[in-house]
């Protein structure tokens, strides 16, 4: 041992540390040295004396011999001790101190984490510091953990005030997502909800009806997109018999959905004359069935979801300022899969079919691939991998994701709508695009590059 030289300035305080070793010299040699540091110390001879200790004591690393008898040179017992103290304290720092000659299996124990090793003889210099990094460690770990205690019983407070319609989340992003669908609920106020493909748009969707004051009423769902222009403001305004060529009278979603709830699906595709009519009925609670001339009242909720950057399609004209300016008094921004990976083994394992699990590997390739289909892809990912697998374990393999996108999974490759909408969201800032994707500037940068998208110089006021 050496005296101790810059490490001198490394505080220890209020913290307890149990060195066990059979020889008095030893840990005499650390009490001196820890002391030094701040450190209270606690000796044990012997690994019954240890155990007993820890069960007494207030302990926060433990500094261990491999043998406790002078004939023993094995290292068993240490390894036995080692093993003892992890499973009755699992987070607490260990530091194995070992000979030359034994080197390998304090290498295999330290991998379980919260643990290192030190050869003997060791430097007082990188003791200290060994001791300060597991000290440290163990208290980040500690803060992590408490944060996420919060953050769970916050989720629970929210599931349990909330019908939550089943989404399964774990990333902050998605909890305050949710959290704000939840509060504007109640306000009779239109909800746009912006995302890419299978993100979850209509799950959120469900959440804002489902606790609104209109929960109870009609909810009736229309994918815009789905049919030709005409048809579709028939199906939104209704029609009077021979308003067109074989037109039947009926009853439009409007109509229908009075007092309750009208989620329509891919704004964007809505055309010019459907567009200033649903401004008209948001802004009068007035329409006309297609064919007549008398107004009708109605008062429906709207919730209205797109994919594609509508700021983008009002610079190009082909959708109408004031209709988003009113849809959009809220809007819910649903993350790529990619840019909150927390939520992909939550979701995966939500998707499972009883009876399965997932191997580590196939787990591991699952949080690395992209998604660029989002939650929907990995959905169908999942079921697919149900199918083929030979028994109860998914491994890598049934899950069949596209080779090349494993390979550059440390850069998720987002699709131009995405992009396009955290650039809007963000007012043209790289830097919180990039962070709202999850993404460093560079990356996004490098995608814009690729997908050919400029960089705006961002907008100096909001609309
Ligand atoms: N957080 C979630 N928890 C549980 N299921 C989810 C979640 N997000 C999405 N899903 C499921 O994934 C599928 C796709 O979600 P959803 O239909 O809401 O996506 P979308 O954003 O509306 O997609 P698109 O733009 O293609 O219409 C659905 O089956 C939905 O139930
Ligand atoms: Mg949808």
Do not use: C
């Amino acid at each position: 041992m050496n005296a101790p030289a810059d490490s001198a300035r490394v505080s220890l305080a209020g913290h307890t540390v149990l060195v066990i070793d059979d020889s008095a010299a030893v840990r005499t040699a650390f009490e001196v040295l820890l002391a030094l540091h701040g450190a209270r110390v606690v000796g044990a001879a012997d690994p019954n004396g240890a155990l007993e200790l820890l069960q007494r004591e207030e302990v926060h690393l433990v500094i261990q011999d491999m043998n406790f008898r002078r004939e023993a040179t094995s290292g068993a017992e240490g390894v036995r001790l080692f093993r003892e103290i992890r499973a009755r304290a699992p987070g607490l720092p260990i530091i194995l101190l070992t000979a030359w000659t034994h080197l390998e299996t304090a290498v295999e124990l330290v991998r379980s984490g919260a643990s290192d090793y030190i050869a003997k003889p060791w430097e007082d210099a990188r003791l200290i510091t060994t001791v300060r990094n597991l000290l440290d460690l163990r208290s980040a770990r500690a803060e992590a953990e408490a944060l996420r205690g919060r953050q769970r019983a916050a989720r629970s407070a929210l599931a349990e005030r909330f019908d939550l319609k089943g989404i399964v989340y774990e990333s902050e992003a998605m909890h305050t997502l949710v959290a704000m669908a939840t509060q504007v609920a109640h306000a009779e106020v239109p909800v746009l909800i912006t995302g890419p493909n299978g993100a979850g748009k209509e799950v959120l969707a469900d959440i804002v009806q489902a606790n609104s004051a209109q929960a109870d009423g009609p909810y009736f769902k229309v994918n815009l997109g789905a049919l030709p222009h005409e048809l579709m403001e028939a199906e939104l305004f209704g029609t009077e018999a021979g308003a067109f060529t074989g037109a039947r009278q009926r009853v439009g979603r409007f109509e229908a959905a009075d007092n309750g709830t009208l989620f329509l699906d891919e704004l964007g595709t809505l055309s010019g004359s459907g567009q200033a009519k649903l401004l008209r009925v948001l802004q009068t609670g007035q329409f006309e069935r297609l064919g007549s001339n008398s107004a009708r009242r109605t008062r429906v909720r709207v919730i209205a979801a797109t994919n594609t950057p509508l700021r983008a399609a009002m610079r190009a004209g082909t959708f109408r300022e004031d209709l988003f300016y009113r849809l959009n008094v809220i809007e819910l921004a649903v993350p790529p899969l990619a840019a909150r990976r927390e939520d992909i083994l939550p979701l995966a394992r939500h998707f499972l079919a009883h009876g399965f699990r997932l191997s580590k590997e196939a787990e591991q390739a699952l949080v690395r691939y992209p998604w660029p289909g989002n939650v929907r892809e990995l959905q169908n990912a999942i079921r697919r991998a149900s199918l083929l697998a030979g028994g109860p374990e998914i491994g890598t393999a049934a899950l069949n994701l596209p080779a090349a996108h494993a390979a550059a999974a440390a850069e998720p490759e987002l699709d131009r709508a995405t992009v396009e909408q955290a650039l809007e969201r963000a007012g043209g800032v790289i830097a919180h695009a990039a962070r709202d994707l999850g993404l460093s500037r560079q990356a996004l940068y490098r995608r814009m590059e690729r997908l050919g998208l400029k960089s705006e110089p961002p907008r100096s006021a909001a609309p």
